[in-house]
């Protein structure tokens, strides 16, 4: 079994920064790829950033030029550095993690989420 434990959330004014970290630890053999999402009040969880096992990145329209993903794969961690937040960034992220079993299907696993609140 494998578990997501995300950190970083909180309050911060607008135009402020925020750095989120997920670990993961278990039974693993090799992560595909790692991400992140985020799901407002009354709105569904969107993509927000993803990195593949090579290092490319991909970032929802809204937060490119403010936010960055990062991962450490001998730690097993992704990061999200979010700078410039924007009320609208107000939400609860969720870390998500692809990967590969060394025999069997690969899976997914998502984190327990983590809050962020953009306000003054």
């Known amino acids: 079994q494998v578990q997501l434990v995300e950190s970083g959330g909180g309050l911060v004014q607008p135009g402020g920064s925020l750095r989120l970290s997920c670990a993961a630890s278990?039974?693993?053999?090799?992560?595909?790829?790692m991400g992140w999402y985020r799901q407002a009040p009354g709105k569904e969880r969107d993509m927000v950033a993803h990195i593949t096992s090579g290092s490319t990145t991909n970032y929802a329209d809204s937060v490119k030029g403010r936010f960055t993903v990062s991962r450490d794969n001998a730690k097993n961690m992704v990061y999200l550095q979010m700078n410039s937040l924007k009320p609208e960034d107000t939400a609860v992220y969720y870390c998500?993690?692809?990967?590969?079993?060394?025999?069997?299907?690969?899976?997914?696993?998502w984190g327990q989420g983590t809050l962020v609140t953009v306000s003054e």
């Open positions: 278990g039974r693993i053999f090799s992560i595909k790829y």
């Open positions: 998500n993690m692809g990967f590969r079993r060394m025999a069997g299907r690969d899976f997914e696993e």
